[in-house]
């Protein structure tokens, strides 16, 4: 009788530890903090509307709605887009010096650049009055060149190039139009409507098995010595939890072997670990576990990672899309 009752109350603790286990992970998820740079324009563009403006705001909201990221606004200096890559022997265009301090919170960016846009023409007067179906479908040619960034180490992590065809659009749309509302009908069963949904949600696709498993990344803001604590940049709203373990870094970029100055890419040097203590909207509190002497600046990454996410292949606006000017200001 007693065996049962144990095998029971063993039963009960197994599920209810199970349950404990899943639905602390869930609610571990991280965000990662990313910034979205102003899409470039094709070479050479001289219509009145802006494709990258477009594509920017319109990546923009779909990551937003997803909410698997932390957005941030651009950096607040005007960095160039070519100031933020890697060079082709993988080294650093705007590496901070050692010790120097990073000037965005930002934990990748995200730049592109559209290399090719092709709404279609607008149907003539005569086509809509005579009303002739295949006239009035429009054939919407998009390639665009992704660059995800690590900002923190000023390193390209990957590069990619997206092309869309579309000519299934029902409805003809005309890019001259003052205003774009990303969820009217007139917008999503056009060519062009077609083509930009599915491109966000290849990139969507991308950026998610590209960036949600890395781990999150932070940086130490305030050291106590005396408490044994620091203050970390990363809370709430990017998934921090309760007791989370962190390591931290002190980190050389562009570390280059002293006999043949090559580069070795970045070193990194584990100062300690961390464990949070008390967990705020923006910023963390975490006693110090092990290591000493940690200084402003240096690189929090925490132990545990997202797990592979499924992705959202559908291309699907979120709900409440907003209506966008695209027209160049005069």
């Not at 705001?57 to 890559?85: I, V």
């Amino acid at each position: 009788m007693n065996q049962i009752i144990f095998r029971k109350l063993f039963l009960v603790l197994v599920v209810f530890s199970l349950y404990f286990v899943f639905t602390s992970t869930a609610k571990a998820e991280y965000k990662n903090r990313l910034s979205i740079l102003a899409f470039e324009n094709p070479p050479g563009w001289s219509a009145s509307y802006n494709p990258g403006t477009l594509i920017t705001d319109l990546l923009s909201q779909t990551l937003s709605g997803r909410g698997n990221f932390h957005l941030l606004p651009p950096p607040s200096r005007q960095e160039k887009a070519s100031d933020l890559s890697a060079t082709p022997d993988g080294k650093s265009k705007m590496a901070p010096m050692e010790g120097e301090q990073l000037d965005h919170p930002a934990q990748f960016i995200l730049k592109g650049r559209v290399l090719h846009f092709t709404p279609g023409k607008p149907p003539s007067r005569a086509q809509i009055i005579l009303n002739i179906g295949e006239a009035l479908k429009q054939r919407a040619e998009i390639e665009i060149e992704l660059e995800l960034i690590n900002h923190h180490l000023k390193k390209t992590l990957h590069r990619k190039k997206f092309q869309i065809v579309s000519s299934t659009g029902s409805i003809p749309f005309n890019m001259d139009s003052t205003v774009v509302n990303f969820d009217s009908q007139l917008f999503q069963k056009s060519s062009v409507g077609k083509a930009l949904l599915q491109l966000m949600g290849e990139i969507d696709s991308y950026i998610m098995a590209t960036l949600h498993p890395l781990p999150l990344e932070g940086e130490v803001i305030a050291v106590d010595a005396e408490k044994k604590e620091m203050i970390i940049n990363i809370g709430q709203v990017h998934g921090v939890n309760f007791r989370d373990y962190f390591n931290v870094y002190s980190v050389t970029l562009k570390y280059k072997d002293p006999f043949s100055d090559l580069d070795l890419g970045n070193k990194f040097f584990r100062r300690g670990v961390i464990r949070v203590k008390d967990v705020q909207e923006g910023f963390s509190i975490a006693s110090i576990i092990a290591g000493e002497d940690f200084e402003q600046g240096e690189l929090v990454r925490s132990q545990k990672t997202n797990p592979i996410f499924p992705v959202n292949r559908s291309g699907n606006m979120p709900a409440k899309a907003q209506s966008l000017k695209i027209n160049n200001p005069k």
